[in-house]
């Protein structure tokens, strides 16, 4: 089967002076993605190797660059969805570990549970040989002091250069294996300990190659009351399903029944794309059938 990958770095109002560098990180996750799968390897290894370029990209609000919560501190959360076996692995609330998304990874090949949490998470990680980072090595001066106005003052977006950034991508590989992965840094100035949509199985994230797999972006309190990327993969199973024409109907539902917003990527068992927001801007990209990038925002 020909291999197929999209990756997402947020739905957000994306200012002027952060689009090329969106841009230009999708494009490189997608490159470094594609190598992968273009040369037979797996979905969990793309998806993964896609995201660790998004995390580490200060642009995006994963990993490196996260936002910050209203203690002044990052907390990340990430899964990996594996479409064959339908098991995840996810961490949430993580202030020590900067790439989110190789944890996730272990924990779905690895662990008898699918989540780990907080200090759990963290030990987990140190378990398997990952060495914890110091988490002021994740925080960027933009969000530093976006949190120092929102402190002095309050909470408001003009602060932000920018309010979104989470990041995913679905890979299917040769051997039409499917699998989907989400990182993020949360909502900026939320309460210590909120977790989003983001790692939760179905909300931020959902892989089944009967159908497709989904990553979601966006408001995350919205999309889990809608458990957006379960309901797109849902919507996947018809024998008339269009990528594209599901990602808009989740649009449509997460707007009149949540009244939210963000944006999904997804990928149907064939390798189809679909990609749909109602933000101002959703950073996306996709390998097309030819093999070229494709990236907007
Ligand atoms: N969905 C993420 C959350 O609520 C944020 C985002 O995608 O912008 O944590």
């Known amino acids: 089967m020909k291999p197929a990958l999209i990756v997402h770095g947020g739905a957000w109002q994306i200012p002027a002076e952060a689009a090329d560098a969106c841009r230009e990180g999708c494009r490189h996750a997608l490159e470094i993605g594609w190598r992968i799968l273009s040369r037979g390897g797996s979905a969990e290894d793309a998806a993964e190797a896609a995201i660790v370029v998004l995390e580490d990209d200060p642009v995006f609000d994963a990993g490196t660059g996260s936002h910050l919560n209203r203690d002044g501190g990052v907390e990340l959360d990430a899964i990996l969805m594996n479409g064959a076996t339908l098991k995840s692995g996810a961490i949430a609330s993580v202030q020590k570990i900067r790439n989110p998304i190789q944890v996730a990874r272990r924990v779905l090949d690895s662990s008898e549970h699918s989540m780990f949490v907080g200090a759990g998470a963290e030990k987990f990680a140190e378990e398997i040989g ?122 449509r539902l997460l707007a009149r029944r949540a009244h939210g917003t963000g944006g999904l990527i997804l990928l149907d068992r064939n390798g189809d794309a679909g990609a749909a927001f109602n933000t101002s801007n959703m950073a996306w990209g996709v390998i097309k059938p030819d093999g070229s990038v494709f990236v907007t925002i």
């Open 130 to 251: 990952v060495k914890l980072c110091d988490p002021e090595d994740l925080i960027v001066a933009r969000e530093r002091s976006a949190w120092e106005l929102c402190r002095e003052g309050k909470h408001v977006s003009e602060h932000h250069d920018h309010q979104g950034g989470t990041v995913g991508a679905v890979a299917v590989d040769v051997h039409g294996h499917l699998v989907a992965g989400t990182s993020t840094g949360g909502t900026c100035c939320k309460r210590a300990g909120r977790v989003g949509d983001s790692p939760l199985v179905g909300c931020g994230c959902y892989a089944d190659e009967e159908a497709g797999g989904a990553s979601c972006t966006g408001w995350g309190e919205a999309i889990m009351r809608i458990v957006m990327a379960k309901a797109a993969v849902d919507m996947l199973r018809a024998p008339d399903a269009s990528a594209q024409l599901v990602a808009d109907a989740c649009i």
